[in-house]
């Protein structure tokens, strides 16, 4: 089983609503499960545990919100031990322009420097879905597409892992 955490921290419950969305698309995976956290119920352990990480936080100030920025702070007790899980963000803000790109890049840096491998998006909102307010037609698409995404890549890379290991 390939495990694929979601944290999210939400005020309105709009970035809860994208968590959701990015969850259903890591069902979409045969032999993912997704694992989802509100920010304040997540620990270190659950980290180290997961193949994957998603994170989601509203935009505040063209930045993560404080609890999840708290969190990651943390977890500097466990540096080095990301290495190589598969990453992904997403974000939801109070309108246009008001710092989501930022705010994933946010998010995405702090993954980079525990050495975790970044999942982007090509099509488009390419650091991660991004909604202004609840997530529309195109987001909803966008989240569930990240969690697909991040979900196959960490099965990938950890069925490859698993066979250097001699596992099955």
Known sequence: MTRILIIY?????NTEKMAVLVSEGV???HGAEPILKKVDQATLDDLLAADAIIMGSPT???QMSGRLKTFID???EIHGKLAGKVGGAFT???GAACGAETTLLSILNSMLVHGMIVHGMHEYNHY???SVGSPGK???KLCRLLGKR??????KLKAQKDSHLGKQ
């Open 9 to 13: 921290d939400s005020q309105t419950g």
């Open 27 to 29: 069902k979409e995976v």
């Open 60 to 62: 505040y100030y063209g």
């Open 74 to 76: 943390t977890s500097n």
């Open 92 to 94: 939801s803000s109070g």
């Open 128 to 130: 991660g879905p991004a």
């Open 138 to 140: 195109q987001e909803t």
């Open 150 to 155: 991040v979900a196959e890549l960490a099965s």
